[in-house]
């Protein structure tokens, strides 16, 4: 029997973790203290994981936050500079744990982008957002480019793309809505907001009804603006510039701004923006 097996971690244990986080001890003095003590590294790193986690998630609550939920997320632990997207290499070029933001590179090839925008260009309209009061859609003033939908799986590019989504940030395919091709002109832009849906507005409801909170977006960058249209997270001054086959990610655990997942498009100043974007919901969307 392993030592990692025979350590158990008990509620006493716990207790004293969360103790020391509070009177202001670092994560890596806490660690040290416990593998002086005999505990196995693994076992001390989980335990530790864990009780933060249960402490911080009990104290949100507490304070009146909506409960988090499970989330897409790559598979970052060890630093990787790739992933792999199950039929394309994908470079990981920023990762921010808070809010949780990863900068993709490569993740969609030029030809890819140019069939995107080729058949999103016949069907394209004035963008619409939820409308939160009903459940239904709406033009909004803040939102000034136009768009289109493509069914989940409408055909083999969207499909073959929705599935490296999939494999590259661990969430089933059926989870995502339909994918969404954007086209910004000169001076359009979406203002700041937030992607998950509020609980306080009377639509939402109805809105959840096909699959739940929104827990995930994937923005990816299909066409290059000459100056501007760069995703901006205000609440962390981080700015992503709209380079062409790149996309930037960002999950969210609930449904409130101490996610810190404030977001928009700004306004393009020279050239055309073409954009993709794929939302996840907690479940599967119908």
């Given at each position: ?7 158990q971690v008990t ?24 593998i ?36 897409p ?30 900068v ?11 069939q ?34 493509f ?20 969430w ?33 409801p ?21 100056k501007?249209g ?35 498009g700004?306004?393009v ?11 996840l ?5 119908e």
């Amino acid at each position: 029997m392993s030592t990692q097996t025979q350590q158990q971690v008990t509620p006493e244990l716990r207790r004293w973790i969360v103790e020391q986080a509070q009177a202001g001890h670092s994560a890596e003095s806490v660690l040290d203290s416990m593998i002086k003590s005999g505990w196995n590294e693994e076992v001390a790193i989980e335990a530790m994981e864990s009780s933060l986690r249960s402490h911080l998630e009990s104290h949100a609550v507490q304070k009146g936050l909506p409960p988090a939920v499970p989330v897409p997320d790559p598979r970052l632990d060890e630093s990787p500079l790739y992933l792999d997207g199950g039929d394309r290499r994908v470079h990981v070029l920023q990762a921010m744990y808070n809010p949780r933001v990863v900068v993709f590179g490569s993740l969609l090839s030029d030809q890819e982008c140019e069939q995107l925008i080729g058949l999103a260009k016949p069907r394209l309209a004035r963008s619409l957002t939820v409308a939160t009061k009903t459940g239904g859609e709406e033009v909004n003033e803040d939102r000034t480019s136009s768009g289109m939908f493509f069914q989940r799986g409408e055909n083999e590019l969207v499909a073959r793309i929705e599935a490296r989504i999939a494999r590259l940030v661990n969430w089933p395919v059926e989870n995502g809505e339909g994918l969404q091709v954007l086209h910004y002109r000169p001076g359009a832009e979406y203002k700041p907001h937030y992607d998950y849906f509020d609980p306080a507005e009377p639509g939402t409801p109805t809105i959840l009804k096909r699959g739940g909170q929104r827990v995930g977006t994937l923005v990816m960058y299909l066409g290059e603006p000459e100056k501007g249209g760069g995703t901006t997270f205000p609440d962390v001054h981080l700015e992503v510039a709209p380079k062409r086959g790149h996309g930037v990610f960002f999950s969210y655990e609930r449904p409130h701004p101490s996610t810190r997942t404030l977001h928009g498009g700004a306004p393009v100043l020279a050239g055309e923006k073409w954009i993709a974007t794929k939302w996840l919901r907690e479940r599967r969307f119908e």
